[in-house]
């Protein structure tokens, strides 16, 4: 999926998400890149939270469009991190996000329910990673809980160019969101 910018339907009335403020977690790789160099192209101005810079190639797309574009590490396990993520779209735009995408997750780490004998298998006594339901569910309800906050803050406010226009809170998952898979117990 790296490198692709996804389609976006011609329903969209030109402009539509010109000087528009977009917060996207996990916009660094992935299909986050790739949300990312999608509103930069349609002149999004975009704030980036992840662990890794995103690469210098959306300089480019953010030039061509007039878009702007943020980053700021942040580690969205972490809700003071998360918390600073969206008062740094507040410092740097001068209005929070009006579209914000909890787009950051991680595979499972490790065997949650497996053992190879209950009775002897010693990583019973080892408390298990459970960075994948840090990261992948408690961190997207901070992310939303965090939007809707700001969202409200700039309609209260009237402050940002998105006020006046509709919000969106898209949450990324995969097909484990869904349906159960065998070897993802969570």
């Not at 949650?112 to 997207?140: G, M, R």
């Amino acid at each position: 999926m790296a490198n692709q910018v996804l389609e976006i339907p011609q329903s969209f009335p030109p402009g539509s998400f010109k000087g528009r403020i977009a917060l996207i977690t996990g916009g660094s790789s992935g299909i986050g890149l790739s949300t990312t160099q999608t509103l930069l192209s349609l002149g999004c101005n975009v704030v980036i939270g992840d662990l890794s810079p995103p690469p210098s190639s959306l300089s480019d797309v953010a030039s061509k469009s007039g878009a702007k574009l943020t980053f700021q590490k942040c580690n969205v396990a972490d809700y003071s991190s998360l918390l600073a993520l969206f008062k740094h779209s507040k410092s740097h735009f001068r209005a929070y996000p009006s579209l914000v995408f909890a787009n950051a997750g991680i595979a499972e780490r490790g065997k949650l329910f497996t053992f190879d004998s209950p009775e002897t298998d010693p990583s019973i006594e080892v408390e298990p990673d459970y960075s994948v339901i840090d990261i992948d569910l408690k961190a997207v309800v901070s992310t939303v809980r965090i939007g809707m906050w700001g969202i409200k803050q700039n309609s209260d406010e009237g402050a940002g160019p998105d006020v006046g226009k509709d919000a969106s809170i898209v949450i990324t998952a995969s097909m484990a969101g869904y349906a159960g898979q065998g070897g993802l117990p969570v």
